[in-house]
């Protein structure tokens, strides 16, 4: 299992206080689509496998967390209207990768930007879609200045 640790008070104490630490873990789950039944609980034993490996390969003990704030499929459908809650955006498969993603313009005046259009997911990805765009924009109504 992949999963993304960041602990920003390592290098920024002054947003913490003494003797405490931020852990961001970001674990990549299905997407409702596939996550049906029983969310809740498949998120529970997803959380303590990643708990369970950073435990065994780090100092990190899960009776020091204080508090969790846990995001899950449902937050992403309800805070951004994603279909089927993907965070990521379309599937990895290689016929839904890179130049296969839909274009981010359909006709003039339509755009779009983000992890699901050309040209892909993850931040890197999704800033260079929003250039993508910015440069089509630029192209079909010229430079306001």
């Given at each position: 299992?992949?999963?993304?640790?960041?602990?920003?008070?390592?290098?920024?104490?002054?947003?913490?206080?003494?003797?405490?630490?931020?852990?961001?873990?970001?674990?990549?789950?299905?997407?409702?689509?596939?996550?049906?039944?029983?969310?809740?609980?498949?998120?529970?034993?997803?959380?303590?496998?990643?708990?369970?490996?950073?435990?065994?390969?780090?100092?990190?003990?899960?009776?020091?967390?204080?508090?969790?704030?846990?995001?899950?499929?449902?937050?992403?459908?309800?805070?951004y209207?994603?279909?089927?809650?993907?965070?990521?955006?379309?599937?990895?498969?290689?016929?839904?990768?890179?130049?296969?993603?839909?274009?981010n313009?359909?006709?003039?005046g339509?755009?779009y930007?983000?992890?699901?259009?050309?040209?892909?997911?993850?931040?890197?990805?999704?800033?260079?879609?929003?250039?993508?765009?910015?440069?089509?924009?630029?192209?079909?109504?010229?430079?306001?200045?």
């Amino acid at each position: 299992m992949t999963f993304y640790v960041n602990i920003s008070s390592k290098t920024d104490r002054i947003q913490f206080p003494k003797n405490c630490d931020n852990i961001y873990i970001l674990i990549p789950v299905p997407n409702l689509k596939v996550l049906r039944k029983n969310l809740n609980e498949k998120l529970n034993e997803i959380i303590n496998k990643v708990f369970d490996r950073l435990e065994s390969q780090t100092n990190f003990r899960r009776e020091r967390i204080k508090f969790i704030i846990k995001r899950t499929p449902y937050d992403w459908q309800s805070l951004y209207n994603l279909k089927y809650c993907s965070a990521f955006g379309l599937s990895h498969k290689f016929l839904k990768s890179a130049y296969f993603r839909p274009k981010n313009y359909e006709k003039k005046g339509i755009y779009y930007v983000g992890a699901s259009t050309i040209s892909g997911s993850g931040i890197p990805m999704v800033l260079i879609s929003s250039k993508f765009v910015i440069e089509r924009i630029l192209k079909d109504y010229g430079n306001a200045h």
